[in-house]
């Protein structure tokens, strides 16, 4: 377990603002990003110069919910349109990382990082492609 790292272990410890924990387990989590705060300065010879502006990592998660029901779809409309809830991407929020082992499943806390795109598909189903969210820092395991 010595090398079993994951993004809890470089985020800190933080409340958010809006107390809900999205948990609707995603059909697909596509991608988890994990970047530095680096500026690269190059010139004109192609030499660089790289600016470490801060130590800390920035994750993003890629989910996509494929077919919903019309009440799941609606929790995450309303979490993301609702002024008092996410609205938008301005308030953080709870997630379950439900792709993670259940031995090592964490809550993080994110905000949504761009737009709602949702379908809606004949038959009262509902899906949501790629929906980006900042993971700004974790919830302390109990």
């Not at 038959?123 to 969210?133: K, P």
Request: one cysteine or more; aromatic letters at 12%; a negative charge.
């Amino acid at each position: 377990m010595a090398n079993e790292y994951e993004m809890y272990d470089y985020l800190s410890t933080i409340a958010a603002d809006y107390d809900y924990t999205l948990s609707i387990a995603p059909h697909r989590q596509l991608v988890e990003l994990g970047e530095k705060n680096i500026k690269i300065k190059e010139y004109d010879d192609e030499s660089e110069t790289r600016i470490i502006r801060s130590t800390q990592t920035v994750f993003y998660v890629t989910l996509e919910w494929t077919y919903l029901s019309e009440s799941n779809a609606g929790i995450i409309f309303d979490l993301y349109h609702n002024s008092s809830k996410a609205c938008g991407t301005a308030k953080t929020f709870k997630w379950t990382n439900s792709a993670e082992p259940s031995a090592r499943q964490h809550t993080y806390v994110v905000r949504f990082a761009g737009p709602l795109p949702r379908s809606i598909i004949p038959a009262q189903l509902y899906g949501y492609a790629s929906i980006q969210l900042k993971v700004l820092g974790r919830i302390a395991d109990s």
